[in-house]
């Protein structure tokens, strides 16, 4: 699947006023107001785009001098982000900041684009949002959810055949089995 837009962040001066203003004009979600690494930061959202309020701290991570107010990057979450970064480095972009580390929760890989204007590229998704893969897992790739079911499913058929075995032999513990797995 190709990449898709789903955060935008904005460097504000006051964090609590800016998250009150978007929770009310807009309805949006919210987490609460959290002291990260860089900067004070809230993530907000309608389902699908995922709005950081961001407060920096410093220039550190952030590229924009103290006090800075605006449209700070926005982000990209892609299937393979190793295949995706090759394909941003090979357009031109560079990359500017690794946001926590790649196993983390709230990881981001940030770049420059030509203009110098910053974007991430996330593969889990951002919080609040539906695309967002929830625990996961293996690196820089999002665990195939699709396997999983099929073992689950695989599993589920063989107690329920062992089930069906015993209900022949007892009186009503087919029942039984049906009705724990839906079936």
């Known amino acids: 699947m190709a990449a898709r837009i789903r955060h935008i962040a904005l460097c504000v001066n006051d964090i609590k006023a ?6 009310k004009a807009f309805g949006l979600s919210r987490t609460p107001i959290r002291e990260g690494k860089t900067a004070w930061n809230c993530y907000m959202s309608d389902g ?5 309020l961001l407060q920096y701290k410093s220039e550190v991570g952030s590229g924009v001098p103290k006090g800075f107010v605006g449209i700070h990057h926005f982000g990209f979450q892609c299937d393979d982000l190793p295949a995706q970064q090759k394909k941003v480095e090979a357009a031109g ?3 500017f900041y690794d946001l926590g580390e790649p196993e ?3 990881f981001e890989r940030k770049f ?3 203009n110098g204007i910053v974007f991430d590229l996330n593969w889990k998704g ?7 893969i929830k625990n996961a897992i293996g690196g820089l790739r999002p665990a195939k959810a699709a396997p999983a079911r099929k073992k689950i499913a695989a599993a589920r ?4 055949k062992r089930s069906a075995v015993g209900a022949r032999r007892q009186p009503g513990a087919g029942r039984v089995a049906r009705l724990k797995w839906g079936k």
């Open 104 to 106: 983390d929760e709230g």
């Open 157 to 160: 058929n063989k107690v329920a």
């Open 112 to 114: 420059k684009d030509p």
């Open 48 to 52: 699908e785009v995922n709005l950081a």
């Open 18 to 23: 800016t998250a009150d203003f978007y929770e």
């Open 126 to 132: 951002w919080q609040l949002t539906r695309g967002k």
């Open 93 to 95: 972009g560079e990359f």
